[in-house]
Each structure stands twice: as structure tokens, then as C-alpha cells.
């Protein structure tokens, strides 16, 4: 026999839909979804529009996968919804996410191409001096 844990122990109902919420991130859970009619239950619809609140900065500061509300956003419209049961659909969605999260990576690859930095974080030119004092007995 399983014993139940003590009521302390449980998820609060904000950590639950906290977790859910964030679950709207991933692409294959979607598709299982699709798939076993999720979004064609009214009640489930009116629950994905009451995670809305999610949206507020109160409470979207503590995702960890801000991508989930842009999902929530698209699961309002019909035929988002009937397109995760679609493979190729849900891979092209997939690989965006991931291309819009490297984004900002490869942004930073591209900033440290064009130079290196000076120790305090900042960028320097390639080819300038590290140290301002050096560049200034250079310059005498």
C-alpha cells in the first residue's frame, strides 16, 4: 500500500501550475496533448486561459522557460492547436525555440570576435592595449 505524504509535503497549487505552465515549452508535450484531445476539451481551454495570469511580471519572474507564454498565447488560437498534431509542425516549432534561444549566444560569439576583453568585462579592440597606462606612456 502507497502511503500518502503528509499535506506539508504536497505541491501547493502554484508550484503545480507553475510546473505546467512551463511543460507548455516543450514541443513533444504539446504533440502528446494534441494527441490525446486535450484541446478539444472545453474545460482544458478555459484552464489554458486561466494560466494567463502567468503573464503578469508578479508571476513571470519566476519562469524558468519564458518561451511557455508565448505557447499559451498561440494554444488560444484553433488552428495552432490542431497543428501539434502535425510532426513536422511541431519539429519546425522546436527548432525556432532553440535557434531564438541561441540567438543571444551567437550575438556574444560575434561581439568577442571583434575584440577581446580588458579584464573588467568590458571589450576591447583587437590589437588595443589592456592597460590604459601602458597606452599612455606608449603615446609619449
Not at 505546467?20 to 481551454?45: H, I, P, R
Not at 484553433?78 to 551567437?106: A, G, H
Amino acid at each position: 500500500m502507497t502511503e500518502i505524504p503528509p499535506v506539508d509535503e504536497l505541491p501547493s497549487r502554484w508550484e503545480i501550475e507553475l510546473e505546467f505552465v512551463q511543460s507548455l515549452a516543450n514541443t513533444q508535450y504539446l504533440m502528446y496533448l494534441a494527441q490525446q484531445g486535450c484541446f478539444k476539451d472545453e474545460t482544458f481551454l478555459n484552464y489554458l486561459n486561466y494560466l494567463n495570469y502567468w503573464k503578469d511580471p508578479q508571476y513571470s519572474k519566476f519562469l524558468v522557460y519564458p518561451d511557455c507564454l508565448h505557447i499559451l498565447t498561440l494554444l488560444q488560437n484553433e488552428n495552432f492547436r490542431i497543428q501539434l498534431l502535425n510532426q513536422n509542425f511541431t519539429s519546425i516549432l522546436y527548432n525556432d525555440m532553440v535557434d531564438y534561444w541561441r540567438e543571444p549566444l551567437i550575438k556574444d560569439e560575434k561581439e568577442k570576435d571583434k575584440g577581446i576583453l580588458n579584464g573588467k568585462g568590458e571589450t576591447v579592440e583587437a590589437g588595443a592595449s589592456l592597460s590604459p597606462e601602458k597606452d599612455k606612456q606608449e603615446i609619449k
